[in-house]
């Protein structure tokens, strides 16, 4: 063992703020400080390349061309483009992310979107219209998700806004009617980042409780975590890390004693779990049937089947929901509301969005979950003869994978060179893929059977092979020092928005 990781090791066994405290005072060392930067700058050179590959033979604009460009040409480009590389979703190779994908949907959505591209719902007297399909798109998924007569809610603009509005309604709801002036959010580890991601804009403070060996919320936990300044309680349906449904029943009857919220985050599961549930698969409850369950998000835009852009965000009742609104009085623009985050919006991703629930409809959506289902089936026995892996939970359609004898960000890039675009999760270690109707298509359950059988024969075959994501995770988890990983993650955003 070298001196470097004897001394990571040490730094990982202590008290984190300990260790926060010491890196902080190391980082103000002007010549650490340099060489932590010319590191950075390093790997950065390294990925650079496979971040911009359309460096060389397209057009590249770092200001405004003189003048416009032929519309020929550009279209001509952008289906160039499209050709590249960026179409491996369409044989099933993506976890996740394009969640339909059919042509003639694909078409459809787009001639929709088409009609509508002018509309903005900010202007509701101009394009009454969006406010019709906004409506709808929340009523339809109330109906869907167990709701009553005072159910309601608001379109947003994806997930994450979703459950950016629902925490800070809950905040101010608290604020308001409680006199709760340091509101906290009980979340299991395994809930989506984006409660995090509200905790830091909205100075709410977030307490993450474990899970248990079936990758479920620890009630007891949940419970010890609870206090005078707790807003609302969050359980997921499943949970994106392993596709697990929290014990959301107990959790709810928790919140409802208490007189807080509960949000159940149904991103992935809304449009699903209501119809694996008729179709027999064993669905615990997670939705407004619950008291408990003050607001639930839903993500129209994943399975959904609708365009990128749209999700649902629900609420027990209008008083809640109220808490979500902006209304400014005094401005010299004039009288203003905005039920969201966002000012102008994109009135055709709710027409497109309305368009795509219509047309599935009820028997639509059963038979896609039917599908996706049976697919996840043949994927989950194909791993659980696979002696070197082992499945996380018992998860239904959203499955990871660890090992107890391989490193399994090995067999994740194993699978990424046979064009499996997988994600790699920690703590613990492990590699997840979301199904979608893309990998319900004929034969491909089977090929990534094979492609992983290979892969993990592969990497046991030859365990010390270097290079790909392996070493960047291997990094991450046995890093103390957070806050190099976390710049890390920014210098690479940074990358993306370099020219
Ligand atoms: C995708 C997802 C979100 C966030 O949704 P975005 O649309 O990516 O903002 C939240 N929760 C869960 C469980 C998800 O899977």
New binding site residues.
């Given amino acids: 063992m070298d001196w470097m990781e004897f001394a990571l090791g040490q730094l990982s066994r202590m008290n984190p703020r300990l260790v926060a405290l010491i890196e902080k005072r190391l980082r103000a060392v002007p010549s650490v400080k340099r060489k932590i930067e010319s590191d950075y700058d390093g790997i950065m050179a390294e990925l650079e390349r496979s971040v911009k590959p359309y460096r060389d033979g397209f057009f590249a604009a770092a200001r405004l061309p003189a003048e416009g460009r032929s519309r020929d040409e550009i279209i001509r480009e952008m289906e160039a483009l499209k050709q590249r590389e960026e179409s491996k979703w369409k044989e099933g190779f993506v976890s996740?992310a394009v969640y339909h994908g059919d042509e003639r949907h694909i078409d459809f959505l787009n001639r929709v979107y088409a009609i509508h591209s002018q509309s903005n719902p900010l202007h509701s007297d101009v394009w009454p219209s969006a406010a019709k399909f906004e409506s709808e798109i929340v009523a339809m998924t109330a109906a869907m998700l167990g709701g009553d007569s005072r159910t309601c809610g608001t379109v947003t603009s994806?997930?994450?806004?979703?459950?950016l509005l629902a925490m800070k309604t809950y905040r101010d709801w608290a604020r308001e009617t409680k006199g709760i002036a340091a509101p906290e959010i009980v979340a299991p580890v395994t809930?989506?980042v984006?409660f995090d991601k509200a905790a830091q804009y909205f100075r709410m403070k977030i307490v993450r409780t474990p899970i248990d060996s079936s990758c479920r919320a620890d009630l007891s936990a949940v419970k010890r975590a609870l206090n005078r300044n707790t807003v609302a309680i969050v359980g997921?349906a499943?949970?994106?890390p392993h596709g697990v449904i929290d014990p959301i029943p107990e959790m709810s009857e928790l919140a409802r004693e208490r007189g807080i919220g509960f949000h159940t985050?149904a991103?992935?599961?809304g449009f699903v779990l209501p119809w694996a549930e008729r179709l027999g698969y064993p669905v615990p409850g997670f939705d407004f049937r619950l008291q408990g369950v003050t607001s639930i998000?839903a993500?129209t835009?994943?399975y959904g089947y609708a365009a990128k852009g749209m999700?649902v965000v629900l609420y027990r009742n209008a008083e809640l929901r109220r808490h979500q609104y902006f209304t400014a009085t005094d401005w010299p623009g004039g009288l203003y509301f905005s039920p969201t985050i966002a000012g102008s919006r994109p009135g055709a991703l709710s027409a497109v969005c309305w368009a795509a629930m219509v047309t599935i409809g009820e028997r639509g959506y059963m038979e896609a979950t039917r599908k996706i289902l049976e697919t996840a089936s043949l994927i989950k026995k194909g791993i659980a003869e696979i002696p070197e892996l082992r499945l996380l939970g018992d998860p239904l359609w959203i499955l990871s994978f660890a090992s107890d004898s391989l490193d399994i960000y090995r067999v994740l890039d194993e699978m990424a060179k046979k064009k499996w675009a997988l994600n790699g999760l920690h703590k613990p270690a492990a590699v997840h893929l979301a199904l979608t109707l893309r990998h319900a298509q004929p034969g491909v359950a089977e090929r990534f059977v094979e492609d992983l059988r290979e892969a993990v024969a592969q990497v046991k075959a030859h365990p010390d092979e270097r290079g790909g994501m392996a070493p960047v995770y291997g990094m991450a988890a046995t890093l103390p020092l957070r806050t190099v990983v976390s710049d890390m993650l920014k210098r690479y955003i940074d990358l993306l928005y370099k020219v």
């Fill in positions: 996740g994806g997930g994450t806004e979703s459950i809930a989506h984006a997921s499943p949970g994106f985050d991103c992935l599961g998000s993500d835009h994943k999700s």
